[in-house]
């Protein structure tokens, strides 16, 4: 019988009976016995990694978010353990991009046993599996996460919010071919191609082609907005004005006017200097993406 590790965060943004979830998986998983690991703030990188290496497993599922995901990822590097996972944050952006919806698209990626090997983002020596940016969302999350409310409903209505409180930041970026600035409301370094809400921001990106997207995002107003939003449910941003997209696998990006910064869904301290470097095929998870 295969044994897959199993780590839950229950301090993810849906309110989930993680018991019954468990119970769940494991009446509809045959020929696999799971070993439940329950996260909370005070459980370790050591001890996460100390779990992992504890015993030959088959594989590890993730219950929780970006962050979650990222936090086990980061000590799946360097292993051959596929990870799946089971959406379980309010945006669950990597799951989306591995087209898993919930915990049944979860139990039908383990069967069908298909997995991509997904290149790591290391950004100012964490890692980051889906993306990370400065500006218009990382201060929706933080904004998100300050609420009371949580799920997707609520997600929008701080999105709304949001908008109105945002303004173009000054960005200096910097790779061994070019130097330049821009401006803008939303400055995303991604490597997968959608965000939790199916919303296309990267088109011309995959989680393994070895490179990521820089994308820089400016509207000005509702119609600029209302215009965006057409091209990223369309995937087609790389045909928009209000877009600037360019291909690199390193990059530095000052950021002398603070723009708020987060790291797969975790809102970092006030970082005036990012280098990030995109590392190919780090860790394969499962996946229902064709």
Not at 25 to 54: A, D, R, Y
Not at 197 to 219: F, R
Request: charged residues 25%.
């Amino acid at each position: 019988m295969k044994k897959f590790l199993t780590f839950i965060n229950p301090a993810s943004g849906t309110k989930t009976d993680n018991n019954a979830t468990l119970s769940f998986l494991q009446e509809h998983l045959s020929g696999i016995s799971l070993h439940p690991f329950e996260l909370n703030k005070h459980v370790t990188s050591s001890e996460i990694k100390g779990k992992i290496n504890s015993d030959s497993w088959d594989g590890i599922i993730i219950g929780g978010g970006d962050g979650t995901v990222k936090v086990i990822g980061e000590n799946l590097k360097g292993t051959s353990l596929p990870a799946v996972i089971i959406p379980m944050g309010s945006a669950n952006g990597l799951a989306t991009c591995l087209g898993i919806f919930d915990v049944n698209d979860t139990i039908t990626a383990i069967n069908q046993d298909k997995t991509i090997n997904v290149d790591m983002l290391e950004v100012n020596g964490q890692g980051c599996f889906h993306l990370c940016d400065f500006g218009f969302n990382a201060g929706l999350i933080k904004r998100f996460h300050n609420e009371d409310e949580r799920g997707m409903v609520s997600y929008f209505k701080a999105s709304f919010r949001q908008f109105f409180d945002v303004r173009p930041y000054r960005f200096e970026l910097k790779t061994k071919e070019n130097q330049w600035e821009t401006e803008a409301k939303m400055l995303v370094i991604a490597n997968g191609d959608k965000f939790g809400t199916g919303a296309i921001i990267n088109p011309l990106g995959k989680l393994n082609d070895g490179h990521m997207e820089v994308i820089s995002l400016n509207p000005e107003s509702f119609e600029d907005l209302a215009a965006l939003s057409i091209h990223l449910f369309r995937g087609t941003l790389h045909e928009s004005y209000l877009a600037e997209i360019r291909t690199v696998k390193d990059i530095e990006i000052g950021n002398p006017e603070g723009a708020e910064f987060h790291i797969d869904g975790e809102v970092m301290e006030l970082t005036r200097k990012v280098k990030v470097t995109c590392n190919p095929r780090q860790v394969g998870f499962f996946t229902l993406r064709k």
